[in-house]
């Protein structure tokens, strides 16, 4: 099972970001989808889900509004869409899945909103 976050860097304040996740070695049209994040100093908080089909997304209250995940499952990819960033939401964002019961995570990419 693999992760890979990428579309981090760099915004901002009121800019926006896309981040991707490439998922691999598991049934990705299966599986639900979710996005956490690790605020500076903070443990690792939800930020949004999605179902394998797409047909159902999930928020945090913070983000409502703002972010919006979506799935390419011919891509075997899930996207976070980031609007209107404010700087609480800089953090490290991860990608997760669980397959058989354990949790699966990216690496992260880094999101830093700052002016």
């Known amino acids: ?27 990705f049209t299966h599986t639900v989808m979710r996005w956490y994040r690790q605020l500076p100093g903070k443990e ?27 799935r390419d499952n011919a891509k075997n990819t899930v996207y976070l869409q980031m609007s209107n960033l404010k700087p609480e939401d800089t953090a490290v964002y991860y990608c997760n899945t ?7 995570w990216g690496q992260g990419t880094q999101v830093t909103v700052s002016s």
């Open 44 to 70: 690792r908080e939800w930020v949004a889900t999605i179902t394998s089909t797409g047909g159902s997304t999930f928020y945090t209250e913070s983000v409502k509004g703002r972010f919006t995940i979506s």
């Open 1 to 27: 099972v693999q992760l890979m976050e990428s579309g981090g860097g760099l915004v901002q304040p009121g800019g926006s970001l896309r981040l991707s996740c490439a998922a691999s070695g598991f049934t």
């Open 98 to 104: 669980q397959i058989e019961g354990i949790g699966r």
